[in-house]
């Protein structure tokens, strides 16, 4: 009898499918590791479902309805582990921005019959509701780390992914470093690393896509935002933009809020 394959899930959550797509994108790669894993539930490659439990379930995008709620329960259960990916499912994304406001006006605005809507108060990632075994960060994830966590799953090992900074991405593709010699503001000294440093390579400042780094100190520079002439509340915008829930970074952004 053939040895059976682990089964690997993919569900999308509230997002723009960015996350996903990188997985899509992998191609060549996922050739290569198509003989060790069975892509069983991923609605984005294949009409097919093969029914669960499955070994890794791939989640992306927050949380953001009732429904969402039960389904997320559901999907925990049957996944032996679950990783959440993207800036979606580990900090609540971009929609998170939604969490300081009234809820209920966005859907009288937007909604030509808001009744018909039903949506929680607040968008949030993943964690909040089930345990989460591991979190790949990024709008979308990256490429590379996304590869080493399917390959360190099938070989039963932890991945090894960064938490450095942006700022070490920069220095090792020769990148002249935007605030200093351009005076653009910059989140790269308190983001995680992973996206290679895109923006700063383009002469854009870092909008923190991945996230908080490890024990980043936001204050520090958020006052050296100010001391070129940013003010408090373009700081605050900037740290509650694409991680709006994560926790170093909303402290940061509801402290010069508050300025």
């Not at 479902?49 to 049957?78: A, Q, W």
């Not at 998170?96 to 019959?113: H, K, Q």
């Not at 809507?117 to 990256?142: F, M, N, Q």
Request: proline share 5%; net charge negative; aromatic share 8%.
């Amino acid at each position: 009898m053939a040895e059976r394959l682990p089964k690997l899930a993919v569900h999308k959550f509230a997002s723009c499918d960015g996350c996903q797509l990188t997985l899509l994108d992998c191609e060549d790669e996922l050739l290569a590791v198509a003989g060790a894993i069975q892509i069983a539930n991923f609605a984005e490659a294949s009409r097919e479902i093969i029914e669960g439990p499955y070994d890794l379930t791939l989640v992306e995008g927050s949380v953001s309805t009732p429904h969402d709620l039960e389904r997320i329960k559901e999907i925990r259960e049957e996944s032996k582990v679950l990783i959440a990916i993207g800036a979606c499912a580990t900090a609540g994304g971009i929609q998170a921005l939604r969490n300081a406001r009234d809820v209920e006006e966005f859907t009288r605005y937007v909604y030509a019959t808001p009744d018909y809507i039903d949506t929680l108060a607040e968008s949030t990632p993943i964690s909040d509701h089930v345990k989460v075994d591991l979190e790949l960060r990024g709008c979308p994830i990256s490429k590379a780390q996304l590869l080493e966590t399917v390959v360190a799953f099938l070989n039963g090992r932890n991945p090894i992914l960064p938490t450095y900074s942006v700022c070490m991405e920069c220095k090792r593709r020769g990148n002249p470093c935007v605030m200093i010699a351009q005076g653009v503001p910059c989140l790269g000294p308190v983001t995680q690393a992973g996206c290679g440093a895109i923006c700063p390579a383009y002469n854009r400042g870092c909008y923190g896509c991945f996230g908080p780094m490890e024990s980043p100190n936001t204050t520090a520079l958020g006052d050296q935002w100010m001391e070129m002439g940013v003010d408090s509340r373009t700081v605050s915008d900037a740290f509650h933009f694409f991680n709006n829930y994560a926790d170093a970074f909303r402290k940061a952004g509801d402290m010069y809020a508050d300025r």
